[in-house]
């Protein structure tokens, strides 16, 4: 069954450094979704992705972040500049039409900042 | 409240009991989806519900949606220790939105 695959699957790194986490979208999926989830909180909106452009983001998704599709099945997030707050689990999602359709998310990267 | 709030926040159940979660949220939406979470790991999806449906079944897994009310049920039926998870509720809005709202999950226990 085809999955959403994250890696690393853990990040430590100091505070800023810049840290890039890589999904690989399930592979007929046009739409991609980066959230994150800090320890026993909500599941939150970072960015949504279509056609190589941003299709909407959220407040937290400021000018330290990034996303880009650098080929045809990657999909990335950058974080220039960490702080402690960025610790988080990053989660990575697809669906095939927008939010019309199912989105699969895939295991997520845990971040440190340290 | 915000957009998508599951109730109650825990629960706690025996095996083979049934377990009845609960989502409102504010705004219309296009479909409402169901993901289960383990501790620490990754969200898995369980089901999709369009707004135009009333209700749908997988498995042991029933949802009801009532857009009138704007809420959600989640019931998972015969519970299993296996089921002891998280469980979110996400809407995604009418035309012109691209994201999926999370809110706040419902832990369940399981308990053997």
């Known amino acids: 069954e085809p999955e959403v695959t994250q890696t690393p699957s853990h990040q430590v790194t100091q505070m800023g450094q810049e840290v890039i986490l890589r999904c690989v979208p399930i592979s007929n999926h046009l739409y991609f979704y980066w959230y994150r989830q800090i320890l026993g909180q909500k599941v939150e909106f970072l960015v949504s992705?279509?056609?190589?452009?941003?299709?909407?983001k959220s407040e937290i998704f400021d000018d330290q972040f990034s996303v880009e599709r650098p080929d045809g099945s990657n999909f990335t997030l950058k974080i220039r500049s960490t702080k402690l707050e960025d610790s988080a689990m990053y989660f990575c999602?697809?669906?095939?039409?927008?939010?019309?359709?199912?989105?699969?998310f895939g295991q997520g990267t845990r971040l440190t900042v340290v | 409240s915000q957009q998508g709030e599951e109730d109650p926040q825990a629960l706690s159940i025996q095996e083979g009991e049934n377990a009845t979660m609960n989502c409102s949220y504010k705004?219309?939406?296009?479909?409402l989806q169901w993901y289960r979470q383990n501790s620490g790991r990754g969200l898995v999806h369980l089901i999709l519900i369009r707004s135009n449906e009333r209700e749908k079944h997988s498995g042991r897994l029933r949802v009801t949606l009532d857009t009138s009310k704007k809420s959600s049920s989640l019931l998972i039926t015969a519970s299993r220790a296996a089921d002891t998870a998280s469980y979110f509720c996400?809407?995604?809005?009418?035309?012109?939105?691209?994201?999926?709202?999370f809110g706040t999950g419902t832990r369940l226990k399981v308990l053997a």
């Open positions: 999602a697809s669906s095939e039409d927008g939010s019309r359709t199912e989105a699969f």
């Open positions: 996400a809407t995604a809005g009418t035309s012109g939105t691209y994201k999926y709202i």
């Open positions: 992705f279509y056609n190589n452009e941003i299709s909407e």
């Open positions: 705004t219309s939406i296009n479909n």
